[in-house]
């Protein structure tokens, strides 16, 4: 049977494939029988799936983060896909197309990565060009960079979601930078580039995408902060003041101290990334939302946790 991933599946299909298994929960039903709620993904999406008459040994076989071989109906409930799933089973990750289960950007990583390195040649500023081909040239860097994802599920939650999020955040901050003439276009654009890079080692995205250990105790402020020292002290004489600059970028970019920077932004290019950092966030999440929402009753999504509110749909 020829695969169909999550987007293709309609109401009424009948599927037999693996599936990425995200959670599982054993539930009780008022007979006292106990099924299973399932949520499976593919890289297109996740599909919450039910089965019935489940026992404790199979929820104990199957774990989240799982492969998983799923036989089940499709149906609609309350206007949304679900699965009925009648046999699931674990199976291993060298039978499946890894590939296949894990969303990435639909933009060109290439093409991006490019972008970068062409307003990193234009910048005035030796230190910090120096600073930046270093990052770009570093190929185990540049690895994690072009495949880590900006977020585990609210916004860019993708492979390739990093640089597509840094990239966008880098073109408003030129932009910005051209309206505003006082601000330095340099140390800005440096600090739109490097702003997450932390998220490299504070994500875990071989199977989904989940906070690692040091992600979880350190945060990727400071563990970007610090792969910033790191490769400036490699630099021959790297000016403190200015690494003290784009320090505050990266500590200050969260904007609150509720948010997770221990310090407010200070400088007129701080703020102007914070804002940046954070309108491309939040339009990318809004349009994620959209996409993943299957409420097709009306023009507006179900509750989104991320806005604490419904989203509009329609158009005007």
Known sequence: MARKFIEEIRPGDTVQQAFLLRDRQLRTQRDGAFYMDLELADRTGVVPSKFWNATRDLFEA??????????????????????????????ESSSVDLEEFLPRTRKDVAALTARLREVVAGMGDAHLRALLDAFLGDADFLRGFQRAPAGVSIHHACLGGLLEHTAAVLELALKVADAYPNLNRDLLAAGAILHDIGKIESFDFERGFRYTDAGGLVGHLPLGASMIEQKAATLQAFPRPLLHQLLHLIYSHHGQYEFGSPVLPATAEAIALHYLDNLDAKLAAFETALLEDQNEQDNWTDWQRAFDRRLFKGRV
């Open 62 to 91: 199957v774990k989240p983060d799982d492969f998983v071989m799923v036989r089940a109906r499709a149906e609609s409930y309350r206007g949304k896909l679900q699965l009925a799933v009648t046999d699931v089973r674990r199976i």
